[in-house]
DNA sequence: TCTGGGGTCCTAGGACCC
DNA sequence: TCTGGGGTCCTAGGACCC
């Protein structure tokens, strides 16, 4: 979907419409979430805008008229209002996003039921066995699902159609918004390899300035460079996935299916806080992210038993902690406890930026209840126990 | 006045088991 | 006296994605 969330905001605020817009914010926006409803019905000049925006916080998105300005996602909003004052920014409204969400999936799915989910806004679609959803008609089925999918909810997406995911997915950003490509074989060398490594679903800054140090910055010198050396450079995992990507290989199927692995809350204080002196204000904030990860898990109908705490401190470095319980749990008084056990662990010299919780090891109930489940040890114990005792004394 | 929130997957060492 | 070879689970950190 192009530029999700402010998109929706447009549908909602349709006297935006070409205005430089960002989505975004902490703790301040929700606020001003209220003052939105009214908003509706006021003048352009009337919105909240960029630089009066006082907090902490990165933008989700901008809209293309804002991202001229060098505005883009995961920017911190001080650096952006810098670069577009003039923006009007908007609180994130996830539960709409959701909606919108839930509805172009749908659509999707009637048209094509091959459909993995990749978060909100994001899907890949498995065209190989619908009809005449190979070669030109894969672009006869992309303008289908974009034109089903603009009427039904007046948003525009952009799609790549490939072999296979990794390029499918390279080729959707080339034509953005309400772009279709369609990459061949044949298109990897005029099509993929000009393109900066970092372009590859998988490399992210790390590995690109690995590479770069490296001497390697195209696809085509990444695909260039012998498997041997990758390996040796990256170890032999993702050496080798290295060089499949380069050359386009990627045989992983359209899932369409999948179960949670973990869920979490988060938040991020307006103001970092002591462990000590805010105790009062940690207690609280700990105790309410234990609630809502219960009422996530119980909403959803899981349960965990790997309970873990993330703490991040002023400096931005990252500590988590987890305890396993022998028996998954959704519940909150539960799931405290076992928190609280984590933070005991950890160091509480500095002051906290952000605090979270995390149940992990999910298991789906049955009727409200865990499923009864054979510990993983007793069928290979059973299996050893039964060779003993054929085998005697030589196992 | 830098840097959200919700995820997945991988690695690596140590405990523990047979 | 210098010591195996599997395997799984747990914990902590980190890369990456949307």
Not at 62 to 91: E, I, N, W
């Amino acid at each position: 979907m192009d530029a999700f969330y402010a998109s929706v905001e447009l549908l909602r605020y349709p006297q935006l419409k070409g205005l430089p817009v960002v989505i975004g914010g902490g703790r301040r926006a929700a606020d001003e979430a209220l003052r939105d409803r009214v908003l509706a019905e006021i003048g352009v000049g009337e919105f909240p805008l960029l630089k009066d925006y006082v907090g902490r916080g990165v933008i989700t998105t901008a809209t293309y008229a804002a991202r001229q300005f060098g505005v883009g996602s995961a920017m911190g909003l001080m650096k952006a209002a810098k670069l577009c004052p003039q923006a009007v920014m908007l609180p994130v409204d996830f539960a709409e996003y959701r909606r919108y969400s839930q509805a172009f999936k749908a659509i999707v799915r009637d048209i094509v039921p091959l459909v993995e989910d990749r978060g909100v806004d994001e899907i890949y679609l498995d065209f190989t066995d619908v009809p005449g959803g190979q070669r030109e008609g894969g672009r006869v089925l992309a303008r289908l699902v974009q034109k089903a999918v603009f009427d039904g909810t007046g948003l525009t997406c952009s799609v790549g159609v490939a072999p296979n995911k990794l390029i499918a997915k390279m080729a959707s950003e080339f034509n953005k918004p309400n772009g279709i490509s369609v990459v061949q074989p044949d298109d990897l060398q005029t099509l993929v390899w000009p393109l900066a490594c970092r372009k590859i679903n998988g490399i992210g800054p790390k590995a690109d300035a690995k590479l770069a140090a490296l001497g390697i910055h195209t696809i085509g010198e990444l695909a260039a460079a012998e498997p041997q050396w990758l390996v040796a450079h990256f170890g032999k995992a993702t050496g080798a996935w290295l060089h499949a990507a380069a050359h386009g290989r990627d045989d992983r199927p359209v899932v369409t299916e999948s179960e949670p692995v973990s869920m979490s809350r988060e938040t991020t204080f307006d103001r970092d806080l002591h462990a000590v002196r805010d105790r009062a204000a940690l207690g609280a904030v700990f105790t309410r992210l234990c609630e809502q990860v219960a009422a996530d898990l119980q909403r959803k109908g899981y349960a965990g038993k790997t309970i873990g705490i993330k703490l991040r401190y002023e400096d931005f470095k990252t500590a988590t902690r987890d305890h396993t319980l022998p028996v998954p749990t959704a519940d909150a008084v539960q799931i405290r406890r076992a928190a609280g056990q984590c933070l005991k662990r950890a160091p509480l010299d500095q002051r906290l930026r952000l605090l979270g919780v995390r149940v992990g090891s999910l298991v789906k109930l049955v009727d409200g209840l865990v499923p009864k489940q054979a510990p993983a040890h007793t069928a290979p114990a059973q299996a050893a126990i039964i060779l003993e005792a054929q085998t005697g004394w030589l196992f």
